[in-house]
């Protein structure tokens, strides 16, 4: 059985998202850089950030990741789907690599992977995403924002 361990700051709410904030989770070894594959990253570090700063909102980590050799575990032994599961609520994921079937299944949580092809520090993925959102986003960016924002009226719209 995969253990998931979760750390997250303890404020009034549960995982409160700020206004206008992109939730995103950056895969890690050591909580420092983006510097693992999706399959064997030890951790996520999940942060929601704006154009005027960014918020720690949780790790989560995980005991079973992949030894990167490319061979298929024994039936049943399903290792992405608790990731997955983890990143439910994330706009955005980055990572060093994904491989095509992980990068499907992310998709289809709703989350969108950004592939970076060398480590960096995680100061330097919150900052460049900051200046993402306070410049011109990119179309793929505008499109995440617009289903962000929409997910975010959604539970509003029944109200009367």
């Known amino acids: 059985m995969n253990a998931v361990r979760r750390l997250s700051l303890v404020t ?6 700020r206004p206008g904030s992109l939730r995103i989770a950056v895969a890690t070894q050591d909580l420092k850089s983006l510097n693992a594959h999706f399959g064997s990253a030890k951790h996520f570090a999940v942060y929601d950030v704006t154009r005027d700063g960014w918020d720690f909102v949780e790790a989560v980590s995980f005991d079973d990741v992949s030894d990167e050799t490319g061979k298929h575990r024994i039936e049943g032994d399903d290792r992405i ?6 990143l439910r609520g994330c706009h955005l994921l980055f990572c060093v690599a994904i491989g095509g079937p992980s990068a499907a299944k992310v998709v ?8 970076v092809g060398q480590p960096e520090s995680i100061q330097d993925v919150l900052s460049r995403t900051q200046n993402m959102l306070r410049t011109a986003p990119p179309p793929w960016l505008r499109k995440v924002l617009a289903q962000a924002g929409a997910a ?9």
């Open 12 to 17: 009034d709410e549960i995982h409160p998202r």
């Open 81 to 86: 789907t608790p990731k997955v599961n983890a």
């Open 108 to 115: 289809s949580a709703k989350v969108h992977p950004i592939k």
């Open 152 to 160: 975010a009226k959604k539970p509003f719209e029944d109200e009367d």
